[in-house]
């Protein structure tokens, strides 16, 4: 069968999804180096990897028959590659053409994806390379006509020199494969456009039986045969000489194309070449990874939550027995426990993903933002490997979002402002990320103007809120939380219609999040952002109510301890408050709040849990401690309906199911106590002010 009639019958369609991820994974780091590129003192490594990510796009594109991507990123690649030969000159203007190529490119592979639509216009955008790369053009050589990509298996017309004969080299290169390097030469010389033919010799007696000996008669530069070959080899394992001229010159087997020389000299492109031949190397090198669909993985986290579920019922009922035969079954259980939770650890590690993921969609949002703005602004990011759960990273990119616009818009500083104010006249913007006490701790922070408190006092005011003059500076900041507030004088299309803040802060607390947020007048402000690491299984402290039992997220748990008859007391408005180390911190009482009865101790003494939220705490008084475990959460709204309070459901080891209680509005709700009109409209915070004077306290 012939080499056409096979393809014909192959069919490609069962390698697109391969190739449209590939495709998004190229054009996600054609985007990020684009953005990181100096265009005043260009890296030469991120030149040849920007159009490597380009020429990786077209190679597909053109295999599976997708002209117009092909078209746009054979413009895109003329244009990279002038760069990186340094015939022409990186700009601004150039960068933003081509992220907006990049745009383009992911609306057309969309379209090819979904099997039709209507065909975005490529015309602008091809004129638009097509000028700059006219632009980089010197001496007569005439514009390149912007077309489609021929397939890869036709092979371009031979052509002879513009300014020169072709030469006569002979190609040592190895280990390779045998049957697959004549093409690959072919392909790779075709790029090149050495003008003239390719044929595969004998090795001589002196060389090494596994090396692979060439003839090729080309135009091409000594710099860019090397720069193709690396793709394949390490540099030192290629070979270019002069083809001796005693050795019988063989019968071509299959010409090739030749394009103008480079115009830079061999020697001067050398060094560069073998920085590029590393990176492609490592580009090139086959990764241990394999793709994996999303429900598979959700199901095998399932499956791991019954186990988690089942293991811990054998614990209960094991407990239960007597005598050896109980010790013998806990030893095995013990085992088993350890197993799980490493296998559980192992599982939840697949859907765990690094922040950089997010991390690297703000680069570009911000390029734009701050050109609109006219501001300066550098962004820095720590922490990127930090790993989150995949549904938690879909869900906090928005909020992060939210609050990197605002950041931008009403944190940095326009230029001039920061230079009269003796800062640089760059703003920096930092994202970071970090484990902290079985969390996530995700910042925002600037350098920019701060938060003005008097300024926030005055809006307040005039929105019609009633405030105290003894506000903490915190308690002012929590302002910028409610719901309609904004600062800004005017509503554009970046903020400043009081809705992204709000959106923040209750998107993240569906999430059993908390938000904090710090902030110095003229220095700038950090705004703090807490997550659980995944929503499927946490550790959890169980605690009794009533003959009932809930759970508490173990990151929540500051500490618990037992408070002695008479260290509870009650202020004049009925709030109830305990001291812990020079703390006067509210009591909350779980009964009180689920509605259950609890039997007054007849010791006087109480069981306290001091758990903590939004950079505020509170104590929770319950029955009994029963202890720690590990929980497989349930979505209580998705499975019945939302209640106030409670966060999630789980089913313990005895088959009963057991709530698991939302911290963050336990602390809440304790605080707007304290702040209500019967506990005489004192604000948060006032209450541990006020209950370090014994004479305002009552036993």
Known sequence: ?????????????????????????????F????????VDAPAEETLHAIFRCAHSVKGGAATFGFADVAALTHAMETLLDQLRRHENQPTTAMIDTLLQAGDLLRALLARHQAGGGDAPDTTVLLHALQAHVQGGRTGAAPAPVLAAV?????????????????????ILAGPLQPLSIADDLLELFGEVGGGGALTRVDPLPDQAADMQRFRLQTTASDADLLDLCSFHLPRERIRIAPWPPQVPAPEPVAPVAAPAPATAQPEAAAPATAATATAKRAATAPTETLRVSLDKVDQLINLMGELVITQAMLA??????????????????????RTTRDLQESVMSIRMIPMGEVFNRFPRMLRELAARLGKQLELRTVGEATELDKGLIEKITDPLTHLVRNAVDHGIELP???????????????????????????????????????????????NGMQLPETMTDTEVYQLIFAPGFSTAEAVTDISGRGVGMDVVRRNILRLGGSVELDSALGRGTCVRVRLPLTLAIMDGMSVGVANELYLLPLASVVESFQAPAGTIRTMAGGQRVVKVRDDWLPVVSLGDTLGATVADDPAGAAMLVLVQAEARRVALEVSQLVGQQQVVVKNLEAN??????????????????????????LVRGAHEIDSSPAAGGRQPGEAARMAQADAALQP
Request: net charge negative.
């Open 31 to 38: 985007e990020q180096l684009l953005i990181g590129l100096d």
């Open 150 to 170: 021929p397939a890869p298996t036709q092979a371009p017309a031979p052509s002879a020199a513009a300014d020169g004969a072709a030469r006569d080299l002979e």
């Open 316 to 337: 209960q009922r094991a407990s239960r027995l007597d005598g050896q035969a109980r010790n013998e079954l806990m030893g095995g259980l013990s085992d088993l426990e």
């Open 640 to 665: 019945w309906r939302r209640v106030a309070g409670v966060a999630g459901a789980t089913i313990m080891g005895d088959g009963s199911v057991a709530l698991i209680l939302d911290v963050a509005q």
């Open 1 to 29: 069968m012939s080499s056409a009639t096979a393809n014909a019958d192959f069919d490609l369609t069962q390698f697109y999804q391969v190739f449209f991820e590939e495709a998004a994974d190229n054009l996600d780091s």
């Open 416 to 462: 001039a402002d920061r230079l009269r104010a003796g800062k640089p006249p760059h703003g920096t913007l930092t994202l970071s990320a970090r484990h902290e006490g079985g969390c996530i701790v995700i910042e925002v922070s600037d350098d920019g103007r701060g938060l003005d408190r008097e300024r926030l006092l005055a809006k307040a005011r005039k």
